[in-house]
Nanobody, 135 residues
Framework: QVQLVESGGGLVQPGGSRTLTCEAS????????IGWFRQAPGEDGEEREG???????????????RYADSVKDRFTVSRDNAKNVVYLQMNNLKPEDTAIYYC?????????????????????WGDGALVTVSS
């Protein structure tokens, strides 16, 4: 059974850092991609913003990482090669970063003016992790 579980959400002060974890089960990350998306609380009718993408070759090595302009140079996506886990390290957090963060088995986002799309026949999402940036 394919499953994604996010963890690491919580309250952070402006300027602080937080690391989110996306634990994948039921499939291997090798040869696929994981996208991070976010949605502000109370905006269920709005499309989730794609903010980061990490893709892997068949051997499990990182093929590329991409970031939306809104998080570039502040967020870093990575993988624990010993586990089926992807991390999103978030630094210099701002109140406008307050959102529910989701990981998914696909990427759909703009990195600058370039649209980044990765889809490998799986469309699974975690339940999300709420990050609140407030003093």
């Amino acid at each position: 059974q394919v499953q994604l579980v996010e963890s690491g959400g919580g309250l952070v002060q402006p300027g602080g850092s937080r690391t989110l974890t996306c634990e994948a089960s039921g499939f291997t990350l090798d040869g696929v991609a994981i996208g991070w998306f976010r949605q502000a609380p109370g905006e269920d009718g709005e499309e989730r913003e794609g903010i980061s993408c990490i893709s892997f070759n068949a051997g499990g090595r990182v093929r590329e990482t991409r970031y939306a302009d809104s998080v570039k140079d502040r967020f870093t996506v990575s993988r624990d090669n010993a586990k089926n886990v992807v991390y999103l390290q978030m630094n210099n957090l701002k109140p406008e970063d307050t959102a529910i963060y989701y990981c998914a088995t696909k990427c759909a986002m703009y990195a600058g003016t370039t649209y980044v799309s990765h889809y490998y026949g799986m469309d699974y999402w975690g339940d999300g992790a709420l990050v609140t940036v407030s003093s």
